[in-house]
């Protein structure tokens, strides 16, 4: 009997001792991806309208296409060197999401598509998406929500019907299956992901 009991109290402290570590892994992953959100794309909806403004189209979708996964990649072997030894972290992958891409590079995997669409329904039923991180074990995946934030992103994410000609025919060029448009101001355009693998 007072084997049981012991054994009982044992896995219950265990438990409750791999719950709170998910638990402080949950929290550092999603730190780690409001900072990586910072380094890896700063200001963005900013730079977006400033270089509209003063390079025009053809220049901001380079701008845009520099943060292609292959960029990201590089960004993650910087990110890796900040916080690996630190956090004990293994590997990070970091990159855009989106329910309609434009680059089909970007396509979620099943996790980040359980959360695009958690937050399309909530969305839907009025409550704005926010910072989530799911996981459990060595493996959290943790993602920020991307809005058309200003006039700017309309021009390239807008009513097709609306876009400059020019546009049209770069984004044609280069993006033959485009579903990145019909997007208006303040919608839900994807998410920043941080995926996380610990030792
Ligand atoms: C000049 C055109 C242009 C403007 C303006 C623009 N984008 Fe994009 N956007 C692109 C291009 C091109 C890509 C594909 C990049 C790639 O190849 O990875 C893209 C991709 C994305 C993606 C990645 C998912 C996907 O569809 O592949 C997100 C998220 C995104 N844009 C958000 C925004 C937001 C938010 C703004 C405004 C702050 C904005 N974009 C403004 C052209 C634009």
Redesign the pocket.
Known sequence: MKKTTLLLTVIAVFAAWNCSGDAKKKETTLSLAQESFQLSMPG??KE?TTY?ETKG?AE??VY??S??PEYMSGKEKELIKLFAEKHNLQAVSIG?A?LK???S??TPDETQKQILDAWAQSEQAGTKASPTVVGKGKEYTAMIP?????E??L???GPADTLDEE?KTILAETYPQDK?VGYSLGEL??AFYFKALYR
């Open positions: 963005m909806a977006v509209m189209v901001t979708v845009c296409q943060f292609s855009r989106s891409t434009r680059n590079s970007n991307i809005r058309i934030a200003g700017a992103c021009k390239c994410h546009v990145a355009r994807g």
